[in-house]
């Protein structure tokens, strides 16, 4: 699979960018409609390219994947004029210099184009086996729901193409609710067509599962906008249940399972892996790594980047809501040390922050260490937060790997869904239609993985910031909180579905200004750079707008309201 699609690249780049000449002769030499999409191989080799679509691991032009989008968890700082990033939540629907033209990165026509072409090839090739053509039909159809899932999810209403249309076609949108409908008829039809494992070097494809994990998460993000809400939750609720009984996954253990998950370690063999993006190391370098590396750390001796990196940082909102090792927030707990603050709260926090008085190595000799201080009153300050660096002082950990030749090799595969997803999907259905004591179970048991204390023993945390009304689905949405951070959309998607924005959107505060506390929770914080990070919710954020681009390439296309 991963030699097949360095191949298929190659050829559609030159297959898609070819004409024909004045002489009606097709080259065998060369690559053409004509000599390819022909062959049970050429097949595999295109449905390869279509994997690529995938969310990619890194923090820019990325907009599947990156965590600090529409969320009160992180934040993106402008380094050297690339722009924040959609960040600050001052998007313009017009191209400005600097801009990083995030709000393109659903639009994904193009690549909804190759699938529906390679679709309408499929019945004419020559296959040997009708069995792998059913399922190479079925692996494109689930990339192609992919898309439009998260396409209706941004944007509303959108043309739903489902066939090769001419280049000049002018679609309009079409109802979020028909699309949506399509979408679901698509996962039902394919979850029933797509392998339950693999074997070899297909083991990473689209399974069985991750049709019904995206089903689930398709109803549970559409109950912000849906009219049937409870049959939104109830369809959620069949898709995990069936992921759940089947005994195919189960969560790894301990803390040091969940840090494996953002490893080498856990690659292909993870048991709570159901889709992530496979690194291929011929085709790509793996670049997150690069972006999330403090600014003072080892990167690599091939490293071949300069000092203003550390874009993207945590927020104090997220970090003082992290609970003690008691199950307490630290503001309610007696035994918070504001000297000491990281000690005894939840491991999770140290798998996936990087924090002040953390030791590092150093930049210039691995051997060494270094001391991550981003105060910038406090030696060494390398990492002075009022500089270029980190912009909150709390840094991202995930698929941080400083053994790299260069930290923009990395090399883990990205995990898009995993089982503790599932098993809060599961949970939150339970809790939305009542069923309290059987989400709890669920619930405990994500918590129960790292050693934090079950709610069924210590009672569920009282939410005064972002509350959705529901106790149990409070609980359920922090602990979400707490076991994705920094892994792409998952806070985003919860704000949206709950209409939450208004509750948790504001100011972005960084580490505490005090030297002697620095987890203080009551004193002045840092504020990172700009009043653009003062940031005041609108209730057209609820979906992003069109670009201006597209709405003059198309008159047909209308923006979103508010915008």
């Known amino acids: 699979m991963k030699i097949s699609i360095i191949y298929i690249n190659l050829s559609l780049f030159l297959l898609l960018n070819s004409c024909s000449g004045f002489l009606d002769v097709t080259d065998l030499d060369e690559l053409s409609s004509e000599s390819v999409f022909k062959t049970q191989t ?23 994947l990156v965590p600090y989008f529409w969320t009160d968890d992180a934040i993106h700082r402008n380094i050297n004029s ?18 990083t033209y995030i709000l393109d990165d659903f639009y994904k026509y193009d690549q909804i184009a190759d699938i529906n072409f390679f679709l309408e090839a499929l019945p004419d090739a020559e296959y040997t086996d009708e069995s792998l053509r059913e399922r190479h039909g079925a692996e494109a159809r689930f990339m192609r729901a992919w898309l439009y899932e998260r396409m209706i999810f941004v944007y509303g209403d959108v043309a739903l193409i489902t066939e090769v249309i001419p280049a000049d076609a002018l679609p309009s949108r079409d109802p979020r609710l028909e699309v949506f409908n399509w979408i679901v008829s698509e ?4 979850a029933s067509t797509l392998p339950v494992l693999y074997e070899g070097n297909d083991v990473g494809r689209f399974t069985k599962w991750a049709a019904l994990a995206l089903k689930a998460r398709a109803h549970l993000n559409a109950i912000g906008w849906h009219n049937d809400v409870s049959g939104m939750y109830e369809a959620a609720e069949s898709a995990c249940a069936e992921i759940i009984n089947s005994g195919q996954f189960e969560l790894a253990d301990g803390i040091e399972g969940f840090e494996a998950q953002f490893t080498t370690s856990s690659d292909l063999v993870s048991s709570e892996t159901i889709l992530s993006n496979i690194f291929i190391p011929e085709l790509r370098t793996h670049p997150l790594a690069r972006r999330i590396a403090q600014k003072g750390s080892w990167r690599g001796p091939a490293a071949r980047f300069g000092n203003n990196q550390s874009r993207p ?3 104090s909102d997220f970090i003082e809501e992290v609970q003690t090792i008691n199950g307490l927030f630290p503001r309610d707990d007696p035994e918070y040390d504001p000297s000491n603050p990281w000690e005894n709260r939840d491991p999770r926090l140290r798998a996936c922050a990087v924090l002040p008085g953390d030791e590092l190595p150093a930049k210039g000799d691995p051997v060494n260490t270094y001391i991550y201080q981003p105060h910038p009153a406090i030696p060494p300050n390398t990492d002075d937060i009022t500089r270029p660096s980190n912009p ?3 840094g991202f950990k995930k698929y941080l790997d400083y053994d790299l030749q260069a930290l923009d090799q990395g090399n883990s595969d990205y995990k898009i869904i995993r089982y503790s997803e599932i098993l809060l999907m599961y949970a939150e259905t339970l809790a939305a239609r009542g069923n309290d004591e059987e989400a709890l179970e669920y619930l405990d048991r994500v918590r129960a993985r790292v050693g934090m204390p079950l709610y069924s023993d210590i009672g569920l945390p009282t939410i005064t910031r972002g509350t959705t009304g529901n106790g149990m689905i409070d609980a359920i949405l922090l602990e979400r909180r707490y076991e994705f951070a920094a892994e792409g959309p998952q806070r985003w998607f919860d704000i949206w579905r709950y209409k939450l924005g208004d509750q948790v959107i504001g100011q972005v505060f960084g580490i505490p200004e005090s030297t002697e506390l620095p987890g203080d929770l009551d004193g002045p914080k840092f504020k990172p750079d700009g009043e653009e990070y003062n940031r005041v919710w609108q209730e057209k954020f609820y979906l992003l707008p069109m670009r201006q681009s597209i709405l003059d390439a198309n008159p047909n296309i209308s923006q979103n309201p508010g915008w």
């Open 82 to 99: 690339q722009g924040r990033m959609g960040s600050d939540f001052n998007w313009l629907t017009v191209s400005q210099p600097g801009d």
């Open 392 to 394: 909150t002082g709390y």
């Open 42 to 64: 050429d097949m595999g080799f295109a449905l390869n390219h279509i994997y690529t679509f995938l969310p990619h691991p890194d923090l820019e032009n990325e907009g599947e």
């Open 313 to 315: 940082g945590y927020t």
């Open 187 to 190: 996962l039902e039809e394919i």
